[in-house]
């Protein structure tokens, strides 16, 4: 069975670096931390300092909740029409909307509110400043609960010049929406966005993703990095191992619908490690591995095996990595975008799991 290795003192360390530069953090833990394993990371996150946790899923807010006790802070990105359940683990709930507040006004009273400005994202929240002034006044006529306001950037993580404009438009909003209210916490940024920019003077958090588990949200070769100092580790290694030797004469294929056909007379390595297993194709299909440190050719990606470069030293048991220090996910954002969908299709009903504390 081929390995992951999920390197819970990478993350951490990558925690405690992150505070040093961030204002306050709330943690993104959306989709069992990133697939990570959510009761770890809200527990490690919680060791080092970071009591603000934001999810997009009111069962994860419960774990969040059972996991740290009263004092964290849970933070319900999604709408929600369960009142009940965020009233019973007192989670902050998102305004989806000025006709949501007024329809659930009854339910929402005892509850604490965040204000979302949509900005170019429109997933919820205020289409536009005059919603946002109208949420507001609606709050303060009717003694609600009003702690936040935060928005998201949707072109963050891209260098097309979208981000600036955007990102002028929030801030603009934001000045006028402090102009009548003293909102508690107010959060804009993301990863991408705290690594461009630093953080911006009228927030008072960061609202960290992928930085914070361990890969930059753009390939690093591509981009410069603002945050110069900041050192930040790799949270997983993947590796399966030569299961066989084949030897090919030259024009014999190999693998599906004879997806490698031999150069040369050469012995080629199975592997047991394939797409099944979650690693993306876009990261296997004609790129390397390392096998006894020398970077490999990949030369045809199966479900649940790669037919890879070997050389004479090569042996039947040898690993073959296909993520660790050297081949970080940030290394392949240019092939499959962001890092989160590799982290998300991890399939850990068919790799070996080795925690590492
Ligand atoms: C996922 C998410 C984040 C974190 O994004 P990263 O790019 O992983 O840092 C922040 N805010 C919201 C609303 C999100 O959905």
Known sequence: MATIELNYNNIRQNAINLKEQAQDIIAVVKNNAYNLDLRECVKLYSEVGINYFATTKEEECKVIRETLGKEANIFLLNPTYDFALAREYNIEINIASLEYLKENIEKLKDLTLQLEFAGSMRRAGAKNLEEVL????????????????????????????????????????????????????????????????????????????????????????????????????????????????????????????????????????????????????????????????KNRNIYSTMMSHLVVEIGEEEQIGDRVYVYDDKQQLHDYTKYFGPNSVQLAALNYDSLKVKKIY
């Not at 599906?256 to 296997?284: C, E, F, P, Q, T």
């Open 134 to 293: 109208e949420i507001i006044a609606f709050c303060k006529e009717n003694d609600l609960k009003l702690k936040g306001f935060w928005s998201h950037f949707s072109f963050a993580d891209e260098f097309d010049g979208f981000y600036e404009k955007e990102k002028e438009l929030v801030l603009n909003v934001l000045d006028e929406a402090l102009k009548n209210y003293d909102f508690e916490v107010v959060h804009l940024q993301n990863s991408a966005s705290f690594l461009r920019d630093g953080v911006f003077e009228k927030t008072t958090h960061q609202r960290l993703g992928i930085i914070l588990y361990g890969a930059m949200p753009y390939d690093v070769n591509v981009n410069l990095v603002a945050l110069e100092n900041l050192v930040i580790k790799n949270p997983i290694t993947v590796y399966g191992e030569i299961i066989n030797i084949v030897k090919l004469n030259k024009g014999e294929c190999i693998g599906y619908s004879n997806s490698y056909i031999a150069d040369v007379d050469k012995k080629v390595g199975i592997v047991n490690i394939g797409y099944g297993d979650g690693i993306l194709r876009d990261r296997l299909k004609g790129k390397t591995c390392i096998i006894n440190g």
